[in-house]
């Protein structure tokens, strides 16, 4: 159903002494550098598990979250039973949590990748791609790995509701993805003509500012109680 919330996507903001909020594009892809990315993936992703633990624990329906981890994860073998072991910590069920890989993580782990995918979703974890068409998607190469959704990258969007031949190659990537089994999910929508277009399209989920911003915890809750 339109507008009925099914899910949630992690979000970080710095907010720095004199109570500013930075956007994580001014902060993330120095992070990336120094590798100091992974701990802040971390501490989202123990954020968000004491979050749902949180509103499990009052009686709280909640919906499944995501949260996005950095290629730089890829290369520290105890990656993988870190999560696992968070999630026992909290006692947090699988369905709850997804895990957000974007394309440029694959296109440098391919293999790795695989692998991993894979063993997580045996745990009943979802692993979707995030950015699919920020420039790196190799369709071939996305089929081949075994993820629960694809995140159309906003970028994408830009255009469909004015230009015919943008919209029809956004429709025909939609549609190939599901045939062969994807969910769908587009992001990036702010207006209710994209949100129409893309509901007719029948994917699977939209996001972006046409439902809401950004919200603290407090504020997430209130929707999802």
């Known amino acids: 159903d339109l507008g009925k919330l099914v899910g949630a996507e992690a979000l ?32 989202v992703f123990e954020k968000v598990l004491a979050f749902l633990r949180t509103s499990l624990d009052a009686g709280v329906e909640c919906v499944p979250i995501s949260v996005n981890f950095s290629r730089l994860h890829f290369s520290n073998e105890k990656f993988l039973p870190t999560l696992l072991q968070k999630m026992e910590k909290y006692q947090v069920p699988a369905h709850l949590i997804e895990l957000e890989l974007t394309e440029s993580a694959i296109f440098d782990n391919f293999s790795i990748i695989y692998d991993f995918t894979e063993k997580v979703r045996e745990y009943g974890v979802a692993v979707a791609m995030d950015d699919f068409g920020s420039g790196y998607a190799n369709l071939n190469a996305v089929l081949r790995i075994p993820f629960s959704a694809v995140k159309m990258d906003r970028s994408l969007l830009s255009g469909v509701s004015s230009d015919p031949q943008t919209a029809t190659f956004y429709r025909s990537i939609v549609m190939i993805l599901q045939h062969m089994g994807y969910k769908v999910i587009a992001e990036g929508a702010e207006t209710e003509k994209e949100v129409k277009l893309l509901e007719k399209w029948g994917v699977d989920m939209i996001q972006g500012y046409y439902f809401s911003r950004p919200l603290c915890e407090e504020k997430l809750l209130e929707k999802i109680s």
Do not use: C, H, Q, Y
């Not at 004199?18 to 993936?41: C, H, Q, R, W, Y």
């Open 12 to 43: 970080i903001r710095w907010r720095t002494r004199d109570n500013k909020l930075i956007a994580p594009g001014d902060f993330i892809p120095l992070s990336e550098k120094t590798g100091l990315v992974t701990d802040l993936d971390m501490i």
